[in-house]
Every structure is written in structure tokens, then in C-alpha cells.
């Protein structure tokens, strides 16, 4: 069974600092994909990005950055210069299709993330 | 504005009632689905339609029913709910086919259901 793991329940930083939000996840699949999902108090969840698993190259986009390592499973969020915008749930989820079609995303219990003046 | 689209955004009833949720998608996906996030626990998957056609179903209690008329539109039919059931339900939607299935779910903003 598949299972992503975010130990940080909550995080509290000043503005400007940086934050990593930490994700570790289980599959038996050699092929899958590896998601963070934004959910600000609106409760929407907004992708952030996604990750094939024979890519292991680091990606940044702008302030975000992602790590990820396959030999110890984890897929690590990285935000530089932290803003109060930022504040919201972030989660980490792991994808696996369906025998029937469609995909089936399963998601760890996410970090709250707090950004204060 | 999301491309997935979720009424209502709030919803009280009582453990007699029925009442339904309802998610139209305008991205061209074809396949939707239901998830209920509790608080202090994952995200749980409920339903999953591809075209259509329902593929999945986690052991979900049958006072939930799920309805796809159509690859645009879902539902979801609840009846005798109990108070555990009160949640923020989010539908999503997503592109599934030969090349184009990344796994990525498009999401709507959720229907805040508090059951009294």
C-alpha cells in the first residue's frame, strides 16, 4: 500500500526566513508520481508541482524549490525568503492509476505553515 | 477562477436529511472524483469516475451515493448522515488517457458539510 508521511504537523517562521517542509513516502511501484499541493484558508488545494520518478533532477521555480531522493524516498519543499502569503497547508501526495482509469492520490496529513511579520 | 466549480461552499443539515453536493468541471477532463479531508486526518479518497464509470469506491458507507450523468458533472447524494460526517468535501477532476495521464488532479474549493 502506498503511504506519504509529513512529520511536520506545524511550522512557525518570521517573514524572509526560509522553511523546509519535509515528505517521505512508500510504494512497491517503479513508476509513479510524487505531488505538493497548496491549500490556503479558501480550501482549495493548488498544484504545485509534480515529479516523474526516473527524474531526480532538483527543480526551483522562483522562491520554491523541491528535492528529491529517491535512494531514502523522500521529496523535500524548499521556500526561500518566506512570505506572509505563503501561510497555508501544504501537503505531499504520491499517485498510483487505477486498473479502470483515472489515478488515485494519496496524501499525507500536511504541515500547517505559518508566516508571521 | 478554478476550473473546478462546487456547490454550495457551505452546508448544514440535520442526520435526517437529504441533501446533495454538486461539482461541474469546464477543463474537457474525463475523469472526477470525491474526497473528504476531516480534520487532523489525510485526505481520503471516496469515488472515482472515468468516463463515467465508477472505478473506484473505498468502502464508503452507504448513506454517501455518488451520481456522474456526465464527464462535466458529479454528485453527491447524502442521506442519514451522522455527525462523524462533517468534513470539507472536494471534488476534482483530471485528463486521463494514452500520453496524457500525469496523475495530477485538478481540485475545487470544497463543500463544508457540518452535520447536527
Known amino acids: 500500500a502506498q503511504k506519504v508521511t509529513q512529520a511536520q504537523t506545524e511550522i512557525s517562521v518570521v517573514e524572509k526566513e526560509d522553511v523546509t517542509l519535509d515528505c517521505v513516502y512508500e510504494?512497491?511501484?517503479?513508476?509513479?508520481?510524487l505531488f505538493w499541493y497548496k491549500q490556503p484558508p479558501s480550501g482549495e488545494l493548488v498544484f504545485l508541482i509534480r515529479?516523474?520518478?526516473?527524474?531526480?533532477q532538483n527543480e526551483i521555480s522562483g522562491r520554491y524549490s523541491w528535492n528529491f531522493q529517491k535512494s531514502t524516498s523522500s521529496f523535500n519543499f524548499t521556500i526561500t525568503a518566506s512570505q506572509v502569503v505563503d501561510s497555508a497547508v501544504y501537503f505531499c501526495?504520491?499517485?498510483?492509476?487505477?486498473?479502470?482509469?483515472?489515478?488515485?492520490?494519496?496524501f499525507g496529513t500536511g504541515t500547517q505553515l505559518k508566516v508571521e511579520l | 477562477e478554478t476550473g473546478v466549480t462546487q456547490t454550495p461552499r457551505h452546508l448544514v443539515m440535520g442526520m435526517t436529511n437529504k441533501k446533495s453536493l454538486k461539482c461541474e468541471q469546464h477543463?474537457?477532463?474525463?475523469?472526477m472524483y470525491w474526497y473528504k479531508q476531516s480534520a487532523k486526518k489525510p485526505l481520503e479518497l471516496m469515488f472515482v469516475?472515468?468516463?463515467?464509470?465508477?472505478?473506484e469506491n473505498n468502502s464508503v458507507p452507504s448513506r454517501f451515493s455518488p451520481e456522474c450523468p456526465n464527464s462535466s458533472h458529479l454528485f453527491l447524494h447524502l442521506h442519514t448522515l451522522q455527525p462523524e460526517d462533517s468534513a470539507l468535501y472536494l471534488c476534482?477532476?483530471?485528463?486521463?488517457?494514452?500520453?496524457?495521464?500525469?496523475?495530477?488532479?485538478?481540485f475545487g474549493e470544497g463543500s463544508r458539510l457540518t452535520v447536527l
Open positions: 476534482a477532476s483530471s485528463q486521463d488517457g494514452l500520453g496524457m495521464n500525469t496523475g495530477e488532479l485538478f
Open positions: 510504494t512497491r511501484d517503479t513508476t509513479y508520481y
Open positions: 515529479r516523474n520518478s526516473f527524474d531526480e
Open positions: 501526495a504520491l499517485s498510483e492509476e487505477l486498473t479502470g482509469g483515472g489515478n488515485k492520490l494519496t
Open positions: 477543463l474537457g477532463h474525463n475523469a
Open positions: 469516475y472515468s468516463l463515467e464509470e465508477r472505478v
